[in-house]
């Protein structure tokens, strides 16, 4: 189990309302009684729970409205964290409550089975019993059991797509008063700057890339009637019907000082695909119907696995059981077994795969390999809280997000014997073999990269090129978020289809603010005196010699990178990041290219927001 001391956001009242139900358990008459009682509290902790997570898609909305970006990146955090909050708030209270009953074995049983009869009908029944499933894992230490992601459903919240609006151009083309329709979409109570002038140009855009003035075929234009929120963003979403294709389409929306603008029209698959890619923080959407809101998304973006597109959308625990679901349903399919991951073996952690599944499943090592850097290990537990802290963090874009299982068991037919071997041997103080199952005390699941390493040797020149220049922004994005990657080895990024560079590897990060950047640039040729730095306390890095240490193959990538981004190999940058970063300003994440903004970009004064302190 995760230790660590969660944050309080002060917005559950979880205790109370568990404290307030122990006495009904107690004066509660024979094992069906108490059972049925004590599913009724933990149905009122999860709708605590429940209630709040629906609020704050709105209440982003209304930090977008009104420009509060210290709000919205507080609320982002608190999505992320809120269900593990409630759980670690509840258990305590029922626990006790709940351990009385050892030995009688049919009562947990009754408590699903009540529990199961009080959801029924409800929208959220398949998230109602996964927060049932976790309330027992923690108490019991057992298993980690998926709960089918549609499980219980049996009245969809919305019969007729009711959150979709359409619009029928009247010649074949996107018109400025269809655009200017589609700004309605959210919902906003705030101003635009000039909305005739954006919906004019909205219009113009969709026109030209899909050829409509040339060929007016455009039938049908549908839009979500939510607004997808994130940071200090904004976007309308929806779908463009041609007669032989459907064309996704979003509207980013920023919010500055004039009202509101449409910074970009966003038209291709890919894009989109980076915008609501797993790397960023999720997204709060307004619409309630989590699951046909991921249904659609999932239509306008095939390539990204199901499960990816819940936990885009904030319902992580969903996306959890759905992933779970897709791997094991991969194997299946392709009668493919897990095998040691391609690329270079970790030296603390144990990657696997199989060629059917877009997913790379980790393990931590007992204790690292002779090739680790480092002075000392910390331990499994403490390269598990990075992963978790990067899953909680506000990510930029250039971080893997981490699906993280806990005492989960596979079939032990899934694996290779080689494989099998290994995990026995270099991890066994977190695995065990059981009745032809493998059981997982932690289990760490990121989506398929392919090491930059490797990707470079089977690429293309002007791939490479791409790769390169995309590594220096994926280190840059990191220092914005406050991370820094101690062990800056190339082979701890990835390359992902669309060809972004990720940082997919944990176990060496810091916070940026603990990191001492020294140089020796400014010594003299010859000197023989040891620095300063050497001896100071915690770890020291050398900005200089950051380009040796990412081991690029070859001269002209090299330069490149070098000509690219030059500054990130002098104090100087990381030293201005790191104040920055104390003054409670991060850069602005940019999730889109500049092709398809309207205009070009805010100046560089709009690039830094105050954070919450």
């Given at each position: 189990m995760n230790t660590r001391p969660k944050r309080d956001f002060g917005t559950l009242s979880t205790e109370q309302i568990a404290y307030a139900g122990l006495a009904d358990l107690q004066s509660a008459a024979g094992g069906a009684a108490r059972a049925g009682v004590l599913a009724r509290i933990i149905l009122a902790v999860f709708d605590d729970y429940y209630v709040r997570s629906r609020q704050i898609?709105?209440?982003?909305?209304?930090?977008?409205?009104?420009?509060?970006?210290?709000?919205?990146?507080?609320?982002?955090?608190?999505?992320i964290a809120i269900y593990s909050l409630s759980i670690s708030k509840a258990v305590p209270v029922l626990e006790l409550a709940i351990r009385e009953t050892e030995g009688q074995a049919q009562f947990w049983p009754m408590v699903e089975s009540a529990f199961g009869e009080l959801?029924?009908?409800?929208?959220?029944?398949?998230?109602?019993?996964?927060?049932?499933?976790?309330?027992?894992?923690?108490?019991?230490?057992?298993?980690?059991?998926?709960?089918?992601?549609?499980?219980?459903?049996?009245?969809?919240?919305?019969?007729?797509?009711?959150?979709?609006?359409?619009?029928?151009?009247?010649?074949?083309?996107?018109?400025?008063?269809?655009?200017?329709?589609?700004?309605?979409?959210?919902?906003?109570?705030?101003?635009?700057?000039?909305?005739?002038?954006?919906?004019?140009?909205?219009?113009?855009r969709i026109n030209r890339e899909l050829g409509l003035d040339a060929a007016p075929v455009l039938a049908r234009v549908e839009v979500m009637?939510?607004?997808?929120?994130?940071?200090?963003?904004?976007?309308?979403?929806?779908?463009?019907e041609l007669p032989e294709r459907r064309v996704p389409m979003?509207?980013?929306?920023?919010?500055?000082?004039?009202?509101?603008?449409?910074?970009?029209?966003?038209?291709r698959s890919s894009t989109l695909r980076h915008v609501f890619s797993s790397a960023l923080a999720n997204f709060h959407v307004t619409e309630r119907a989590y699951h046909e809101v991921v249904a659609y998304l999932h239509g306008l973006m095939p390539e990204r696995p199901l499960g990816q597109h819940y936990s885009t959308v904030g319902y992580n625990h969903v996306g959890k059981m759905a992933v779970m679901q897709e791997i094991r349903g991969d194997l299946a399919r392709t009668e493919q077994v897990f095998d040691h991951a391609p690329?270079?073996?970790?030296?603390?952690?144990?990657?696997?795969?199989?060629?059917?599944?877009?997913?790379?499943?980790?393990?931590?090592?007992?204790?690292?390999?002779?090739?680790?850097?480092?002075?000392?290990?910390?331990?499994?537990?403490?390269?598990?809280?990075?992963?978790?802290?990067?899953?909680?963090?506000?990510?930029?874009?250039?971080?893997l997000d981490n699906i993280l299982y806990q005492t989960v068991a596979l079939p032990s037919a899934l694996f290779s014997d080689a494989l099998l071997d290994d995990l026995l041997e270099a991890a066994s103080g977190s695995i065990a073999f059981y009745r032809n199952e493998v059981m997982f005390r932690h289990l760490i699941v990121q989506r398929k990269m392919v090491p930059l390493?490797?990707?470079?040797?089977?690429?293309?020149?002007?791939?490479?090129?791409?790769?390169?220049?995309?590594?220096?922004?994926?280190?840059?994005?990191?220092?914005?978020?406050g991370v820094f990657n101690r062990d800056?080895?190339?082979?701890?990024?990835?390359?992902?289809?669309?060809?972004?560079?990720?940082?997919?590897?944990?176990?060496?990060?810091?916070?940026?603010?603990?990191?001492?950047?020294?140089?020796?640039?400014?010594?003299?040729?010859g000197e023989?005196?040891?620095?300063?730095?050497?001896?100071?306390?915690?770890?020291?890095?050398?900005?200089?010699?950051?380009?040796?240490?990412?081991?690029?193959?070859?001269?002209?990538?090299?330069?490149?990178?070098?000509?690219?981004?030059?500054?990130?190999?002098?104090?100087?940058?990381?030293?201005?990041?790191?104040?920055?970063?104390?003054?409670?300003r991060v850069p602005r994440v940019r999730t889109y290219p500049r092709s398809t903004q309207l205009a070009r970009s805010q100046p560089e004064e709009d690039l830094t927001l105050r954070t919450p302190g």
């Open positions: 898609p709105l209440l982003a909305k209304a930090a977008f409205e009104k420009r509060d970006w210290p709000t919205a990146i507080a609320l982002s955090q608190e999505r959801v029924g009908g409800r929208y959220e029944a398949d998230l109602a019993l996964a927060y049932l499933a976790s309330i027992r894992r923690w108490v019991y230490r057992d298993r980690w059991q998926p709960i089918p992601y549609d499980v219980a459903r049996s009245r969809p919240l919305p019969t007729d797509r009711a959150f979709l609006r359409s619009h029928r151009p009247p010649d074949g083309r996107m018109t400025p008063a269809i655009a200017d329709a589609l700004l309605d979409a959210p919902g906003l109570e705030t101003p635009f700057r000039d909305r005739p002038g954006d919906a004019a140009a909205v219009a113009e009637t939510a607004g997808f929120y994130r940071n200090r963003g904004a976007y309308v979403v929806g779908a463009l979003a509207l980013a929306l920023l919010n500055g000082e004039e009202g509101v603008t449409v910074d970009a029209v966003i038209t690329g270079p073996r970790g030296s603390v952690a144990i990657g696997f795969t199989a060629p059917g599944t877009d997913y790379v499943l980790k393990v931590i090592r007992d204790t690292p390999t002779e090739n680790y850097k480092w002075e000392r290990f910390d331990g499994v537990a403490s390269v598990l809280e990075k992963y978790s802290a990067v899953h909680e963090l506000n990510r930029s874009g250039s971080m390493p490797l990707f470079l040797e089977r690429c293309s020149e002007r791939e490479a090129e791409t790769a390169v220049i995309r590594l220096g922004q994926c280190i840059r994005n990191n220092a914005a978020t800056l080895d190339g082979r701890n990024y990835g390359v992902s289809a669309l060809h972004f560079v990720y940082l997919f590897d944990y176990d060496a990060i810091l916070p940026l603010s603990e990191v001492k950047v020294r140089t020796n640039a400014d010594r003299e040729f023989e005196d040891v620095p300063d730095w050497v001896f100071e306390e915690g770890p020291v890095f050398l900005p200089e010699e950051l380009e040796a240490h990412l081991r690029l193959p070859d001269k002209r990538l090299r330069r490149l990178f070098r000509e690219a981004h030059g500054e990130l190999l002098t104090a100087a940058w990381w030293e201005r990041m790191q104040r920055l970063l104390a003054e409670g």
